[in-house]
């Protein structure tokens, strides 16, 4: 099993998370920031620009290969092409956002500000995930249920049913993230 972390927050969460996750087996894989942080912390964490090639345009646009969004949307009948791409599937992914609604509800905030902290790899990572049906954890919250899962056996059925509901807050919490940033630019215009 194989889980893509990228979370803007470098805290106890991902820590747990990763340790959880790679003391049940699994193989981590990082952005940048994250896989730098978890590897200094003694948890073995692959950057993600090692499968996706040189980053480009300061780090920007890595977790938006096609790579890694091949890894969360095929479907089973999708080996035979995702071995010959060399491409592995991503069965969860952990992302937490950049701090939109924290810099839009600054009063010092300026538009550069908001574009800079507009996060588009972690919503499409969670899309992806959420369509993929893998378990897309949008919250350190979720972190409990991923817990309870793994302890309770890692069982095919109660994955389906925690993917759908991790799967709906996901893509909750990208509509939400969307929607602030589209309040933000909508009043710009007023």
């Known amino acids: 099993m194989q889980a893509l972390l990228a979370s803007y927050e470098k805290d106890a969460p991902l820590l747990r ?5 790679e003391k049940n087996g699994w193989t981590l894989l990082g952005s940048s920031g994250t896989a730098k942080y978890l590897n200094e912390n003694g948890i073995s964490c692959r950057d993600v620009a ?3 090639g040189k980053p480009i345009l300061g780090h920007r646009v890595v977790t938006l290969s096609r790579e890694l969004h091949a890894g969360l949307l095929a479907k089973p009948e999708d080996g035979d092409e995702l071995k010959s791409l060399g491409v592995e599937p991503i069965d969860l992914v952990y992302v937490t956002l950049y701090p939109l609604e924290k810099t839009v509800s600054d009063p010092g905030a300026t538009p550069e500000d908001v574009i800079e902290k507009t996060d588009i790899g972690g919503p499409t990572l969670l899309r992806s995930a959420a369509k993929g049906r893998r378990l897309a954890l949008s919250s350190p919250t979720q ?5 309870r899962w793994l302890s309770s056996g890692a069982k095919e059925p109660e994955r389906q049913a925690l993917a759908e509901k991790l ?6 919490r990208v509509a939400e ?4 940033s589209a309040d933000y630019w909508e009043g710009k215009l007023k």
Request: charged content about 20%; glycine content about 0%.
């Open 167 to 172: 799967a709906a807050a996901a893509e909750r």
């Open 17 to 21: 998370l990763a340790t959880l996750l």
């Open 50 to 52: 090692l499968i996706v």
């Open 143 to 147: 972190i409990d249920d991923i817990e």
């Open 177 to 180: 993230y969307v929607s602030t």
